[in-house]
């Protein structure tokens, strides 16, 4: 339950993102940004290194321009050299990001030593309770760290939800959905048709499932972003299709491939699919505020160390559901995630428990609201700190 943070005096917070695998770093960063200024009234900076990647999110910026606001948050261009400023009260630096020379030695000139966060990549992994909210004194300097987890249990530093999240899903009734299909060019759905949103990373096994899909009990209409895996699953679906439009048909299986959308119209994407291929960690959270069935293909470690991960996860989401439901989930997302072959059988298993899984995630959205979010904890923290 989000904490009354609102009447509090408001801070200046300094958020540094590089980016890294395009999207996902600066997904989380964005909406941390946007709901310490917009929800919790602190006053944010944001620094990015690439704003490139950034627009394809939030397309109302301006590729030229080192210094800009967009939904009151000040963005700004991390470049090298990096410009003298002013720290801010709280410093964070997202996924062990690296923070400027200069801006940390600007760091112990102040009256009082910003409050400094390490915030860490979501993991569901035990040790995450153990490890969160950690001291770790700067080598040379009288600076000291926070390394603060997000998660999914109580312990952990949670997950990041924006006030009015639960009620704007309510919300999103069949006229809503009706009225975003339209507004992205969408269809109206066909008999028995399974709606699908794909977003993965390319070494998953496209090709697998577009053939699994091809010969599907239900027909998929698969909606993909533009982008290196939309190319390619269009080149898988070219044999033997049909166009209409923009639209690609095949077998069971149609294809649409549509602009990435910026973050709150991606939401409703989530909401409105029957299923979510989902990647990273920003929109594999967001799939979960959205209640419907999705996969998680996750952001690859060398040595395989990402199963893991993976599996620590399976563990907690799977916990109360019957055997035969959560073993037919693992199994497809161990396919999904090259642990094991993804085949017709293991697609037309999962298949079968989406009713099921509909409401079961509602009960685990529903777990997972009773923690306090992300961005409370933050607030908490700091406060104590101060």
């Known amino acids: 339950m989000t904490q009354n943070i609102n009447q509090s005096i408001a801070l200046r917070w300094d958020i540094f993102c590089q980016v890294i695998d395009n ?30 990647s950034f627009m394809k999110i939030a397309p109302q910026l301006k590729r030229d321009m080192n210094r800009q606001y967009c939904q009151n948050v000040e963005i700004c261009l991390w470049q090298s050299p990096f410009p003298l400023c002013e720290p801010a009260d709280i410093v964070i630096e997202m996924f062990a990001c690296e923070l400027p020379e200069t801006y940390v030695a600007g760091m112990i000139q102040q009256l009082r030593a910003p409050v400094w966060i390490n915030l860490e990549y979501l993991s569901a992994e035990g040790w995450v309770r153990e490890y969160h909210g950690l001291h770790s004194p700067h080598p040379r300097l009288p600076l000291i760290k926070t390394f603060f987890f997000p998660g999914f249990v109580p312990g952990t530093g949670g997950l990041l939800r924006e006030k009015d999240l ?57 909606i993909v972003p533009e982008g290196v895996v939309a190319d390619s699953v269009t080149a898988l679906s070219v044999a033997s299709s049909v166009r209409s439009n923009r639209i690609i048909q095949s077998g069971q299986l149609s294809v649409q491939v549509i602009p990435f959308l910026e973050q709150n119209r991606y939401d409703q994407l989530l909401r409105a699919c029957d299923l979510n291929f989902v990647r990273g960690e920003d929109s594999f959270v967001r799939a979960q505020w959205a209640g419907k069935p999705f996969v998680w293909n996750i952001y690859p470690q060398s040595g395989n160390a990402h199963w893991k991960k993976l599996n620590a996860f399976l563990e907690i989401y799977t916990e109360h559901m019957p055997d035969k439901t959560a073993s037919a989930l693992q199994k497809f997302w161990h396919g999904w995630n090259v642990m094991d072959e993804i085949d017709v059988s293991a697609w037309e298993a999962f298949l079968d428990c989406f009713e099921l899984l509909i409401r079961l995630n509602r009960t685990w959205r529903q777990q997972l609201e009773l923690q306090n979010d992300l961005t409370a904890n933050l607030i908490q923290f700091v406060r104590n700190q101060l």
């Open 23 to 52: 999207l996902g770093d600066i997904g989380v960063s964005w909406r941390l940004a946007r709901q310490l200024q917009n929800d919790c009234q602190q006053n944010v900076r944001l620094w990015v290194d690439d704003l490139s």
């Open 166 to 222: 639960i009620e704007s899903k309510e919300a999103f009734d069949m006229k809503t959905e009706r009225q975003f299909w339209n507004s992205i060019g969408v269809p109206p759905r066909k008999e028995r048709e399974c709606r699908v949103s794909l977003f993965c990373y390319e070494h998953a096994p496209i090709a697998e499932l577009i053939a699994i899909w091809f010969k599907s009990s239900r027909p998929v209409y698969l």
